[in-house]
């Protein structure tokens, strides 16, 4: 459980005005997250767009606490964790072959991301500013997918589509649009069945469609494994929904039945699953090579089948074993299970829109974990400031959760 002073931290400064302007810069981040795709240079130095949202929201956080006499960020449970990890990826980029592209790598895939989930923790104070996040989330998440489905319309017009290959826009891979485009199907998916009011539910339905398709089209078994667990945990923990959550999930399964596209897509599991099969014997005899600190940031390289280069794993675990070492696979392994753990264990005495997302942010660390079984969620600029924003709105709902238990008891005659 969070340490019962973080509520009383995040009460204990005033909301000033440039506190207001980093929480709206970190909406702006979320909903910009496929925007690492924009890049340029400051001279020698590599950027993104996305970059300098980030940058500019924790640089106007910083400034806003150091004026109020702050130097600390809010403390929770994960902070050894978090410490140890990037530790670990400091480590990892002395060991890596190539120093400096590490170092852009350890600073996009940890400083950046962990940054940002000290301003999230701290600036998302009431239950009306993970509105406003989700909110930033379905449009970012929404106009994305809605390109994604132009450009998979234009191929079919023109009868381009290789279920192989599938069509995208931005990213070059539709398994990297579909990896991203989980979390917020997840958020989608908990502000339609837990959202009050038809207005929400509406506004999640419309989230839902767009995610939904824009994660069909990209003909990721992985996301389609990791959509079939996750419909089993609403049908587990929204019993109310159980009826809809059945019958749109059978519907959904008939359907796929009859299109072309996705029986001969679901056709290559077979080859698939012993592709992972080879790729896993791989890097397994990599990390039996270099078991203690891996082979460092972007280190890792295989031809597989003597042909395809891969430059991770395709499984969540190894990749964080094999590029940050056995100890910063242990530390994610410990943020990563215990957001879920306490996340969960929390979940049913929260209320109001707190509810609804931490249902979202939990339901999308189950779709990683699901699909991060025969693919690496989390390795890419925006897939790791996603679960650093993921894992605050976590520490969030379960914050309030225990400011209620303090009010609670304070309130109890004595």
């Not at 910083?62 to 994960?78: E, H, I, N, S």
């Not at 701290?122 to 993970?130: K, Q, T, Y």
């Amino acid at each position: 459980m969070i340490r019962r002073t973080l509520p009383a931290q995040a009460r204990a400064l005033p909301d000033t005005t440039l506190l207001r302007a980093s929480r709206l810069l970190l909406y702006v981040t979320v909903g910009a997250l496929p925007l690492y795709t924009v890049r340029w240079h400051y001279g020698p130095v590599p950027t993104t767009l996305l970059e300098t949202v980030i940058l500019l929201t924790a640089a106007t956080y910083v400034v806003a606490r150091f004026r109020q006499g702050k130097r600390r960020p809010l403390r929770t449970v994960y902070d050894v964790a978090i410490l140890v990890l990037l530790a670990a990826g400091a480590v990892s980029v002395l060991v890596a072959p190539d120093h400096r592209s590490a170092l852009g790598l350890y600073r996009a895939f940890f400083l950046e991301p962990v940054a940002l989930f000290y301003v999230a923790i701290d600036v998302l104070r009431r239950p009306a500013h993970l509105k406003w996040l989700l909110i930033a989330f379905a449009i970012g998440s929404s106009s994305f997918a809605a390109l994604n489905l132009f450009t998979f319309y234009t191929a079919y017009v023109a009868n381009t589509i290789d279920v192989g290959n599938a069509p995208n826009a931005l990213y070059g891979d539709a398994n990297y649009v579909a990896m991203y485009m989980e979390p917020p199907f997840a958020l989608a998916t908990a502000v339609l069945l837990l959202g009050e009011g038809r207005r929400w539910k509406a506004f999640g339905a419309a989230w839902l469609v767009l995610t939904g398709a824009a994660l069909i089209a990209s003909f990721s078994k992985g996301a389609y494994l990791a959509v079939a667990v996750l419909t089993v945990v609403a049908f587990v923990t929204v019993p109310r929904w159980r009826w809809f959550v059945g019958i749109a999930f059978a519907a959904a399964l008939a359907i796929a039945t009859q299109v072309p596209l996705l029986i001969a897509r679901l056709a290559t599991v077979a080859s698939s699953l012993n592709g992972r099969q080879q790729v896993f014997g791989q890097t397994l005899e990599i990390i039996r090579s270099h078991p203690i600190f891996g082979v460092g940031l972007g280190g890792y390289s295989i031809l597989f089948r003597g042909s395809t280069p891969e430059i991770y794993p395709h499984d969540i675990w190894l990749t964080f074993w094999v590029e940050t070492g056995i100890v910063g696979m242990l530390a994610f392994a410990v943020i990563f299970l215990g957001l879920l753990w306490r996340g969960w264990r929390g979940w049913g005495a929260t209320k109001g829109f707190d509810r609804v997302a931490l249902w979202g942010a939990l339901g999308s660390l189950v779709l990683w974990l699901v699909h991060g079984l025969v693919d690496s969620p989390y390795w890419k600029n925006d897939l790791s400031a996603e679960f650093w924003i993921l894992a605050a709105i976590i520490v969030v709902a379960v914050r309030g959760l225990a400011a209620d238990r303090v009010s609670q008891e304070a309130a109890a005659p004595k």
